[in-house]
């Protein structure tokens, strides 16, 4: 099966900031990628497919890259609503499996 | 409004069984891949099961092959996860979610239920 590692675990950061999270998958998963916001209680959102496609109604301050093992999502100027969990996915196979998730708290 | 509404979860023996349910409205069910993803208290996402539109393809995560089944009909716009053989383990919120695939690949998960409880435990 395919490990995907998200590093960092929690990021701590003020709003403003430009916030990148990446995400190592351990074989090649081409560009078969998403990632997705969760906040506490509630269901998980797609924000990204495709490693760098965003989603329908996205903001435009999210954006996504990376092919092959290593992923990045950043966040070019951190909102007060952007705290929240993320995490990647990988869909090369139709095995598919999650990041731990990285925690983007208020500094 | 495209929506997923899951049901059916609650708290259960080891060893005992629970069948969640999904009801779909707001779009063409029967056009879409669907999946279930749970997460157990504290810990990340984990994908669970897929199904292909027409049932004809099913695919699951290696915990839970030989215990779960997922299942769909397409005439009642639902989406169905049988759990057999539970354990402590299986303990999460389970969520269904909508696949879209378009030229033959997938977009990730972009509709998702807001989940139902699952609690094994003696």
């Known amino acids: 099966d395919i490990q995907m590692t998200q590093s960092p675990s929690t990021l701590s950061a003020s709003v403003g900031d430009r916030v990148t999270i990446t995400c190592r998958a351990s074989?090649?998963?081409?560009?078969?990628l998403a990632w997705y916001q969760q906040k506490p209680g509630k269901a998980p959102k797609l924000l990204i497919y495709k490693a760098s496609s965003l989603d329908s109604g996205v903001p435009s301050r999210f954006s996504g890259s990376g092919s092959g093992t290593e992923f990045t999502l950043t966040i070019s100027s951190l909102q007060p609503d952007d705290f929240a969990t993320y995490s990647c996915q990988q869909y090369n196979s139709y095995s598919w499996t999650f990041g731990q998730g990285t925690k983007v708290e208020i500094k | 409004e495209v929506q997923l509404v899951e049901s059916g979860g609650g708290l259960v023996q080891p060893g005992g069984s629970l069948r969640l349910s999904c009801a779909a409205s707001g779009f063409t069910f029967s056009s879409y891949w669907m999946s279930w993803v749970r997460q157990a208290p504290g810990k990340g996402l984990e994908w669970v099961a897929n199904i292909k539109q027409d049932g004809s393809e099913k695919y699951y995560v290696d915990s839970v092959k030989g215990r779960f089944t997922i299942s769909r009909d397409n005439a009642k716009n639902s989406l169905y996860l049988q759990m057999n053989s539970l354990r402590a383990e299986d303990t999460a919120v389970y969520y269904c979610?909508?696949?879209?695939?378009?030229?033959?690949?997938?977009?990730?998960?972009?509709?998702w239920g807001q989940g139902t409880t699952v609690t094994v435990s003696s």
């Open positions: 979610a909508r696949v879209p695939r378009r030229a033959s690949i997938f977009h990730g998960m972009d509709v």
């Open positions: 074989q090649s998963i081409s560009s078969w």
